[in-house]
């Protein structure tokens, strides 16, 4: 349909006249303007589940035996463990609240999973910086946990893993003791206990810790991020549970988070550091080398990063939550350690943490982030590409005119309840994820009152950047 052929009736040409004639003679206030956003070339479906105070870091496992993946929280201000029970295809409700003892000032901040004692449940271990300590629970198999052990560790940990460093098949814990410049060895007994902790000199205040193998050799190594230092510490284990004197890497000014992944397949693992205002890579070499650092993202705060499959391509992506811009980027990988931006996903205020799964066992890779700021979990179910529209472009003829919120609001007011929308999303003007009066108000802002801008797709074809409920059947002029 173009601007040509619409009919609308006298009454309500007048009322959109009224309206723009309020907003140019008054200076109405205007929709607010969100930030633009880069498309994503890939859409979510965007779901919001409030899970305590300030969610600090987040993973996910099966634990109630079902086959599904459940969601689990470590909340740094409600100080307890919180899960999102799976129902299967992508939908979850609230599970248990494990709180961690000494609540007033346990201030969970990261968490492990494993099977602890042997039992083939899924167990939990958590740090509280304000404690200085570990908390170990043993699963239920129901979907929660039980059985607190308070293990003393450095002071003011920030950061668990876990690993096998001294290789007797028991699961082992690392924490990053950032006041004390020290890493905290605990070794575990295969029952649920554990040794008293073992201290490695860190570098200077580290802040999170990583197991992996790094050189190949079958035994874990470990990863410190030392924040104050802006260095990385790389501890190579014997495979006794002991180390060789930490190797240094520079460069990183006050670096907040890493993972370790082979993302150029020569089977080294490479290194992923995010820091201040940059992302960065560092190649992994044979014989413990390290090529030089490419910044692969600059700008937001990058606070969290994990390496998966987004797009589909075999190649290992990388997605960074970016909580001073409100939304996690999407950097895709071209399989030989290259990556390149590829867009953006508005999430709730202060995204933090950040895992990946195909929770509703559809084939795609999916996320989940978490808000500090909002107190939410956002699931980010991954649709695949999305259909292509221009937004605002109601008539579907390439241009924005008073043509489009002229047929808006016909469309929502003369002939609703038809579903009369080819294209809600592109109806969807300000990007609220609502279509409704709003819209041509928007639209009618940007025309004649210097409003806007249009968010992402403007004024050429291209998928709705922001994960909402939206669909959009056809839009005539985009492939």
């Not at 307890?80 to 129902?87: E, G, N």
């Not at 790389?234 to 060789?244: D, S, V």
């Not at 609220?432 to 992402?456: E, K, M, R, T």
Request: one cysteine or more.
């Amino acid at each position: 349909m173009t601007a040509a052929t619409i009919r609308v009736s006298p009454a309500l040409v007048f009322a959109l006249l009224f309206l723009a004639l309020l907003f140019l003679a008054f200076g109405a206030p205007l929709p607010e303007a969100k930030a633009q956003i880069t498309p994503a070339p890939i859409q979510f479906e965007a779901t919001s589940i409030p899970v305590g105070l300030c969610p600090a870091e987040v993973t996910q496992a099966d634990l109630d035996g079902d086959g599904d993946l459940d969601i689990i929280f470590a909340n740094h201000h409600t100080h307890d463990l919180r899960v999102l029970t799976s129902l299967g295809g992508g939908v979850f409700v609230p599970g248990s609240i494990t709180p961690v003892p000494g609540f007033s000032v346990a201030h969970p901040i990261s968490l492990t999973l494993g099977d602890f004692n042997g039992d083939g449940l899924i167990d939990a271990a958590v740090v509280g910086h304000e404690n200085n300590e570990a908390t170990r629970f043993l699963g239920d198999g129901l979907g929660g946990w039980s059985s607190a052990l308070a293990i003393p560790v450095g002071l003011y940990p920030l950061h668990i893993d876990s690993g096998d460093w001294n290789e007797d098949g028991f699961i082992d814990f690392v924490t990053a003791n950032r006041d004390e410049d020290t890493l905290s060895l605990i070794f575990g007994n295969g029952d649920g206990t554990f040794a008293p902790h073992v201290t490695i000199p860190a570098g200077d205040g580290p802040t999170a810790v990583i197991a992996a193998d790094l050189d190949g050799d079958n035994h874990d190594d470990l990863v410190g991020v030392n924040s104050f230092g802006g260095t990385l510490s790389i501890h190579y284990g014997l495979g006794n549970g002991t180390f060789e004197a930490a190797t240094q890497i520079t460069g990183f000014p006050t670096a907040s988070s890493v993972i370790a992944s082979d993302l150029n397949g020569n089977g080294v693992l490479d290194l992923v550091v995010t820091h201040v205002d940059a992302a960065q890579v560092i190649p992994g070499l044979p014989g413990r080398l390290y090529g030089t650092p490419t910044v692969v993202m600059t700008g937001g705060g990058p606070r969290s990063v994990i390496a998966t499959d987004l797009l589909g391509s075999s190649a290992l992506d990388l997605v960074i939550t970016r909580p001073f811009q409100d939304q996690i980027v999407i950097l895709e990988g071209d399989g030989l350690g290259g990556f390149q931006m590829t867009g953006s996903v508005p999430t709730e205020n202060g995204p933090w943490a950040i895992s990946a799964a195909d929770f509703d066992v559809d084939g795609l890779t999916d996320l989940v982030v978490t808000n500090e700021v909002e107190h939410t979990a956002l699931i980010l179910l991954n649709r695949g590409p999305g259909p292509q529209f221009i937004r605002g472009d109601e008539n579907q003829d390439g241009a924005i005119d008073i043509a489009d919120p002229i047929l808006t609001l016909q469309r929502a007011f003369i002939i609703a309840g038809q579903n009369p929308f080819p294209c809600r999303e592109s109806s969807d003007g300000n990007d609220d994820g609502l279509v409704n009066i709003a819209d041509p108000i928007f639209i009618l802002g940007v025309l004649f009152s210097g409003g806007g801008p249009i968010l992402q797709p403007a004024g050429i074809c291209g998928i709705d950047p922001t994960a909402d409920h939206l669909e959009c059947d056809s839009f005539s002029i985009c492939p």
